[in-house]
């Protein structure tokens, strides 16, 4: 069984929610989390002149490392109102889902996005899109030949060609060290404070359209001191999981890798040597984009998963290295 108990939040109000995002909260292999959900839960299929009816592509939407499904809301109103059916869901450790269990973490990821994505194939054909660690996910679910996976959209995952303060956390060095080693506990406003000075600088392209609320979010995560060295030294673990991470000759279903100039955390080489390594993808390489394009510009990013997933869901063949436009803009095969 992938998934079962489906609740309805009590918090999952319209003025909370927004009237066309849907709340709730389900279990995937052992895991409660929270689901933010739009369009028709039982979608009528779509019928082709000569053709037999075929449903419509949904999207699973994975947000990053110390991020949750919040990240997604301004897309998913965006795919709502196009009529595109999306789910986004809190990851295990993030978010309010359940907790990491002690040992390797992206195991424990793969389990939870396998019993997501057959929870979702019962309904039609599934793209998964995944932000940072959300992309690490989806391409690994990629790897898997027995998922029912209709296509992947990689958005700066980490792991090709990562940027110095990737590479510093994984060398954890003698700053992180000695921060961790402090006999007294940094006060909780200052690490507080700190966060509101960087986590803008780090997710979006400009720091200065930065939006308090998703903001506000990512601050939480560090209360104090003992969350702040506890989140370090997962961080740290992560990026030696990385390691190993890929195995992409394995990768067979359309994959979409989209790099973004202005990110400080994945460079937009990491993402051209993805795209370098899986030979059928395709790439799209935004200069203007940062580490979470889906806050710089949530109805560009709602368009081009609206278009990617009615490529790939369509019944016919279609030729995966075929140049496209999206918005005017080149996406290389």
Known sequence: ???????????ASPDEAGPEIRVGHRRFAGVRTRVLEVGPTTPE????????????GRLVLLHGYCDSADTWRPVLS?????????????LPGFGEADALRAGPMLPQLDAFAAAVLREQAVQGPVVLAG????????????????????????????????????????????????YSALPLPVPGFLVRAV??????????AD???????QVRRFTELFPDYRATTTRLEQARQLVEELATAYQLDAVKSPLLVVACGKDKLVSAASGRRLHALVPHSRLLVR????????????AEISELLAYFTAGVSRPEPRDV????TVDGRSVAG
């Open 1 to 11: 069984m992938t998934a079962v108990q489906r609740e309805v939040s009590p918090s």
């Open 45 to 56: 299929p779509v019928r082709r002149r000569g053709k037999r009816a075929a449903k419509p």
């Open 78 to 90: 965006e795919l709502a109102a196009a009529g595109v059916p999306a789910i986004a869901v809190d």
């Open 131 to 178: 932000n940072s660690l959300g992309g690490t996910t989806g391409l690994r679910a990629a790897q898997n030949p027995r998922l029912p996976l209709a296509g992947v959209v990689s958005i700066a995952a980490p792991g090709f060609a990562d940027s110095w303060l990737v590479r510093t956390v994984a060398k954890y060095p003698l700053p992180l060290r000695l």
């Open 195 to 204: 966060a509101e000075q960087v986590v803008p600088r780090l997710l979006y």
């Open 207 to 213: 720091r200065a359209v930065a939006d308090a609320e």
């Open 287 to 298: 200069d203007d984009w940062g580490h979470c394009p889906q806050l710089d510009n949530p």
């Open 321 to 324: 290295r075929e140049r496209t």
